[in-house]
């Protein structure tokens, strides 16, 4: 199970604090923003953010396509309820004459069976 979009975004501004506070020691260093990508720990820092981030998207994507699913399903279902309430409603014995059996399409009479020879006592 995933984290929850609360939790991350709790973790992305931890990371965002913690890679701040190192920029600010490496610029009281003297390095500028290029040297950065020399510093393992600004490094190790920038990863972080950027997984956290890449978190954060996914998150983002999934709840706009539960969304979407969400509203799909509304839409089908008031279609569905429309679509019921529009027809006609059908009687049974109404709506289809009851078929002989006995007129079904050929001339022919039915075999006769032949009888069976009764038993002596």
Do not use: C, H, Y
């Not at 920029?23 to 953010?49: C, H, M, T, Y």
């Amino acid at each position: 199970m995933g984290t929850s979009r609360k939790i991350t975004e709790r973790q992305s501004a931890d990371a965002k604090t913690a890679l701040e506070a190192r920029v600010k020691v490496l610029q009281s260093e003297g390095l500028n923003a290029e040297q950065f990508a020399r510093d393992p720990i600004w490094r190790k820092l920038d990863a972080k953010a950027r997984q956290v981030n890449g978190r954060l998207r996914q998150i983002a994507a999934l709840e706009s396509q539960n969304a979407e699913l969400l509203k799909l399903k509304a839409e089908k279902a008031a279609k569905k309820a429309a679509e019921k309430s529009s027809k006609p409603e059908k009687k049974p014995a109404e709506s289809k004459p009851a078929k002989d059996k006995s007129t079904k399409g050929t001339a022919k009479p039915p075999k006769a069976k032949p009888e069976k020879a009764e038993k002596k006592e």
